[in-house]
Each structure stands twice: as structure tokens, then as C-alpha cells.
């Protein structure tokens, strides 16, 4: 399997994340893009009409995307049921997770085009707010529901929230998200130091 991703992106990190926990990572190749929505890439365009990381192409050539379907498709291939439950409150309560920490990531990533890739003088302030708004409800209601998190192994939840503060502590570390979320920074402490996370410490290309 051929992986289009990039080491900046939490998107590509949850599926390799992913990849790590179930054994998998030695069956994809990662080829790293460079992409923008406004400078794709034609080998990602090739293979998945959004020009979006992460794209995963299978051995016969299928591209699947995105990263939700990737991981699923990892744990069906990896014997089904090991990072998602399989059936019961406790999948869609995972699933949920995943939800709110993808939420969080395109709030990051959405703002990080807004103030890094568009010209100064086309930047829209109270966007750029309000996205960073989704973040902060986010992390406070995280803060508020610990169980929702807590506990032993590794789920598709628990790895999107990992990949999802990993990446505000990459690109928006001066935001301080630890300052006043105790339980929250307990918890990302010891989940980033699983292999899998550290296999795949955001970076830029
Ligand atoms: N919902 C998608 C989001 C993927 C995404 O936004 N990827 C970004 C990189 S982190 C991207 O490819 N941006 C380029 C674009 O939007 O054209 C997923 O879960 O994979």
C-alpha cells in the first residue's frame, strides 16, 4: 500500500498512528506531498479528486479517503475490532471522539491557511477567531468529560485526540492549551509517549 500524506499533517499522522498500533506500518510505503487547496499535487489529484493528504492507494490501485476510511479499512484489515468496537454505545461513543478531535484538527488546519498561506490583506480576523473558538469549546468540554478519554488500550477516538493536540502543540504552542485542563494534559502525556506517537512526532516537510 502506497500512503500520499505529510508529516505536518494530523490528518496523515492518525492514519499512520493507526498503521503503528496495529502492526501495519511496515505494509505502506509513505510518499510525502506538498499540498494546498491552492497548489495540489497531480499525484494526489490522481488518485483522489479533493487533492487531499492523507489518500491511501491499496496494492491493486484502489485510493481510498479519507482518514476515517482509511483507519477503518486498517482495522478490517488488521482482523476488525481492534481500535473500534464493534457494535454498542461504546463505537459510537468512539466515533464521536474521533469527531470532535477531527473537528479540532480542521480548525487548526483552517487556520493555519488563514494566517500563513493567504495574503495579509485578504485575512478575515473573526474567522480565524471563531475557528479558534471550535478549539478552546472543544478543549474545555475534554476537560470537563475525562472518562470520555481515560482508560486502557487504544481506540480510533483516543488516537484522533492525540493527533489533534499534538498538532496544536506543533503549530499553535504559544496558545498554551495545557493552562487550566489538568486532566487533559495528564492524558495527552502519557499517550504521547506510546511508540506509535513517537514514530510519528510532527515535522515539516
Ligand atoms: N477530512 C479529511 C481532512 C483532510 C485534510 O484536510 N487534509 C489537508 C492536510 S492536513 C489537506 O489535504 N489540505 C489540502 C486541501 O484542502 O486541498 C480527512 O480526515 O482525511
Not at 494566517?115 to 475557528?131: D, I
Not at 485542563?181 to 492524558?187: E, G, N, S, T, V
Request: charged share 25%; hydrophobic share 40%; with cysteine.
Amino acid at each position: 500500500m502506497r500512503l500520499h500524506t505529510n508529516p505536518a499533517s494530523p490528518f496523515g499522522r492518525k492514519v499512520m498512528v493507526t498503521a503503528h498500533e496495529l502492526g501495519l506500518a511496515d505494509r505502506i510505503t509513505v510518499e510525502n506531498r506538498a499540498v494546498t487547496p491552492v497548489q495540489p499535487n497531480e499525484a494526489v489529484v490522481a488518485d483522489n479528486p479533493l487533492g487531499k493528504l492523507p489518500t491511501l492507494v491499496l496494492d491493486d490501485g484502489t485510493p481510498l479517503y479519507d482518514s476515517r476510511v482509511i483507519c477503518e479499512y486498517l482495522d478490517s484489515l488488521a482482523g476488525g475490532g481492534r481500535i473500534l468496537p464493534r457494535d454498542g454505545m461504546a463505537r459510537f461513543r468512539t466515533f464521536r471522539l474521533q469527531a470532535l478531535a477531527d473537528g479540532m484538527m480542521e480548525a487548526g488546519v483552517l487556520t493555519r491557511y488563514e494566517t500563513f498561506l493567504r495574503p495579509e490583506e485578504l485575512r478575515w480576523h473573526a474567522w480565524v477567531e471563531h475557528q479558534k473558538l471550535k478549539i478552546t469549546r472543544a478543549l474545555d468540554w475534554l476537560e470537563a468529560h475525562p472518562a470520555e478519554y481515560r482508560g486502557e488500550g487504544v481506540d480510533l477516538g483516543r488516537i484522533a485526540l492525540g493527533c489533534a493536540l499534538g498538532y496544536l502543540d506543533f503549530r499553535f504552542g504559544a496558545d498554551r492549551w495545557r493552562d487550566g485542563r489538568p486532566q487533559l494534559a495528564a492524558w495527552f502525556e502519557g499517550f504521547a509517549t506510546r511508540p506509535s506517537m513517537q514514530a510519528t512526532i510532527p515535522h515539516q516537510l
